[in-house]
C-alpha cells in the first residue's frame, strides 16, 4: 500500500521541501494564465445593442447596430448571429443575419411588435457567448388615410402645375 503514495507523504521530513517546491510551481503555473487555466480559452461575453431598448418605425425598416463589451479583437472566425421574435420570450425565432458586422437593417415588417437579440460565435473553438439583452422593435406604419390624404394632395399640385404650364403656353401662343 505505501509503494502507491509519494515518498514527501510518507516521510514527510524528506520530502518537505518536494512539496514546498510542487505547490510552487503550481502557483506560477496557475498565475501565469489568464483565466487560471492556460489551456481553457477565454469565455466570450455578450454583445450589446447601441440603440435603447425600444425602437419604433413607421415605415417598417431600420438599421440594427451591437458592439462588443469584450476588448475582443474581430478577427477571421468571429461572427454574430441575429434572431428575431414575435415574442419577448424567443419561442418561435426566426434567423435574421449571420455575418462579422456589426450592423445590419432590417426591412419590409409589417405592424407589430418585435424582438431583437445577439450573440458572438467563435469556428475556431466552437464556443458561442450568451445571447445579448433583448431589444425590442415597434412598427406603426402610415394609416391609409394619412397615405390616401398625402396621395390626393399630390394629385392636387399635379394638376395645378399642369394647369398653370398650360394657361402660360395658351398665354403666350395668343400675344
Not at 4 to 31: E, T, V
Not at 85 to 105: P, V
Request: hydrophobic share 40%; glycine share 6%; charged share 15%.
Amino acid at each position: 500500500m505505501s509503494s502507491f503514495l509519494p515518498q514527501f507523504l510518507l516521510n514527510p521530513a524528506r520530502g518537505s521541501s518536494n512539496l514546498y517546491l510542487a505547490g510552487f510551481l503550481l502557483l506560477i503555473i496557475l498565475c501565469s494564465s489568464n483565466d487560471g487555466f492556460s489551456n481553457s480559452p477565454k469565455a466570450l461575453k455578450a454583445p450589446e445593442f447601441v440603440q435603447s431598448s425600444v425602437l419604433t418605425s413607421n415605415s417598417g425598416f431600420f438599421k440594427l447596430e451591437w458592439r462588443i463589451t469584450d476588448e475582443l479583437p474581430l478577427q477571421e472566425g468571429y461572427s454574430f448571429l441575429l434572431e428575431q421574435s414575435n415574442d419577448e420570450n424567443f419561442n418561435h425565432i426566426k434567423s435574421i443575419y449571420k455575418g462579422s458586422d456589426l450592423a445590419t437593417y432590417i426591412s419590409g415588417l409589417p405592424n407589430g411588435t418585435f424582438y431583437y437579440r445577439v450573440k458572438i460565435i467563435e469556428q475556431q473553438n466552437q464556443k458561442e457567448s450568451q445571447w445579448s439583452p433583448h431589444l425590442q422593435a415597434r412598427v406603426e406604419h402610415f394609416s391609409l388615410q394619412f397615405a390616401l390624404t398625402l396621395c390626393a394632395l399630390g394629385a392636387l399640385v399635379f394638376l395645378l402645375t399642369v394647369a398653370v404650364i398650360v394657361i402660360g403656353v395658351r398665354s403666350k401662343n395668343h400675344s
